[in-house]
């Protein structure tokens, strides 16, 4: 079963508006961890937020914050204000517990419209 | 701040040659992961590192060969190169083996692989 899934290959938003973006995890470990990267079409990899398990207040960074829903295993990324930098591809990602790895999504393409 | 370094950032090969990818992950990180993320797919996990000594494996060809040296960078050999190979290998970096989860693995700018 695919342990990261993102069912939205595409999403536009318009410039200065609030976008969220859907992912669901698959895992039965109590402790986890879900990251989200956001990789511009220079190709990089660029770690935007984390989000424990065990974390009981959703978490956030600038205008990135993480809709954290555990008992729907979901964690979805809200940008806040998009910017038109913020066109990219957007992953998430889970390290499951004692895993030394990262399970990545499918990924979604954020374009801003101005 | 010092970030993951990979080199070369483009190589080209031909079809049944050799590679070598270099990582100098964060300084004071001791996990190394490689991952291969092909056109228009999502990065594919091969293989691990924790403190030089292999931690976890995942869709490595046995083409493919990794270690971590002393100095904790990392290297990884391709050999016998196909088509398909073809691809952006990343290389990551995190402090601990991922025990704790919240243990943030930040990823170098990739090497881009051309395999004609």
């Known amino acids: 079963a695919q342990k990261i899934t993102q069912t939205q290959p595409g999403m536009f938003v318009q410039e200065k508006e609030a976008v969220t973006l859907d992912c669901t995890y698959d895992t039965s470990d109590q402790s986890y961890g879900l990251f989200w990267y956001k990789q511009p079409s220079s190709g990089e990899m660029i770690f935007l937020i984390y989000q424990g398990s065990y974390d009981e207040q959703n978490a956030t960074e600038g205008r990135y914050s993480l809709n954290f829903q555990k008992a729907r295993k979901s964690a979805n990324l809200v940008i806040s204000a998009s910017q038109l930098g913020d066109s990219a591809m957007y992953f998430c990602?889970?390290?499951?517990?004692?895993?030394?790895?990262?399970?990545f999504g499918t990924g979604t393409r954020l374009t801003v419209i101005p | 701040a010092a970030g993951v370094i990979q080199s070369p950032r483009h190589l080209i090969k031909e079809k049944r040659e050799t590679a070598t990818l270099k990582c100098y992950p964060i300084p004071r990180h001791d996990t190394v992961y490689w991952y291969q993320q092909g056109p228009g797919q999502d990065p594919q996990f091969l293989i691990s590192?924790?403190?030089?000594?292999?931690?976890d494996k995942g869709s490595i060809p046995d083409r493919f060969s990794a270690q971590q040296f002393s100095d904790y960078h990392s290297e990884l050999n391709m050999s016998s190169l196909e088509l398909g190979d073809s691809a952006l290998y990343f290389c990551?970096?995190?402090?601990?083996?991922?025990?704790?989860?919240?243990?943030?693995?930040?990823f170098g700018q990739g090497t881009r692989l051309t395999v004609v």
């Open positions: 990602a889970m390290r499951e517990t004692g895993a030394n790895n990262l399970f």
């Open positions: 590192f924790y403190e030089k000594m292999q931690s």
């Open positions: 990551a970096s995190s402090l601990g083996r991922g025990q704790g989860m919240n243990t943030e693995a930040f």
